[in-house]
């Protein structure tokens, strides 16, 4: 199966709650190639699917799923995410340093620090406000630049999406 007719089949399905950790890691790494804004809520599910498994186990699992995760989110924009982004980052001391800050701020600082501190988010709204230097150009690195770009595509075989992400 390639990551192309997997991600269809979840698409469909609508969840990724029978998915191993292996399939949901390639999951991934196809929907870097081919993520849309209606798989948002998809990518929150694989999100903190992830974040619950670093949490259970930080030394044997990478954090390069979650990283891709939280990015996608980030490239989707949606403000409501950004507690998603955040909960992630907080996982452990290593995602706190691994998932750049910048991913909390897909409308820049000031749209997002409204809408937490709009809805509840004391904590987000505390940590943002304590971010510096050229958001907007770091946030324009991020949407233009070439981290993820050595993935394979998403016509990949499910295997090879699975050992490019848990590299």
């Known amino acids: 199966m390639t990551g192309r007719d997997l991600l269809a089949r979840v698409r469909a399905d609508g969840g990724i709650a029978s998915l191993d950790a292996d399939t949901r890691a390639a999951l991934i790494a196809a929907l870097l190639s081919?993520?849309?804004e209606s798989d948002a809520d998809l990518i929150v599910e694989l999100t903190r699917a992830e974040a619950l498994m670093l949490s259970l186990d930080h030394?044997?699992?990478d954090q390069d799923g979650l990283l891709a995760c939280c990015w996608m989110l980030?490239?989707?924009g949606r403000l409501s995410d950004a507690q998603v982004i955040f909960g992630a980052k907080m996982t452990d001391y290593d995602t706190?340093?691994?998932?750049?800050s910048i991913?909390?701020?897909?409308?820049?600082?000031?749209?997002?620090r409204e809408y937490a501190t709009a809805h509840g988010m004391d904590d987000l709204a505390s940590f943002i406000a304590d971010l510096h230097g050229d958001l907007d150009a770091h946030a324009q690195q991020w949407k233009h630049g070439t981290y993820f770009d050595d993935r394979p595509g998403a016509d990949s075989l499910v295997g090879e999406l699975t050992a490019w992400i848990r590299q």
């Not at 706190?96 to 750049?100: E, L, Q, R, S, V």
């Not at 991913?103 to 997002?112: D, K, M, S, V």
């Open 34 to 36: 081919d993520f849309q």
């Open 59 to 61: 030394i044997s699992v």
């Open 74 to 76: 980030f490239m989707i």
């Open 96 to 100: 706190y340093c691994g998932i750049d």
């Open 103 to 112: 991913f909390l701020l897909p409308h820049g600082l000031t749209a997002t």
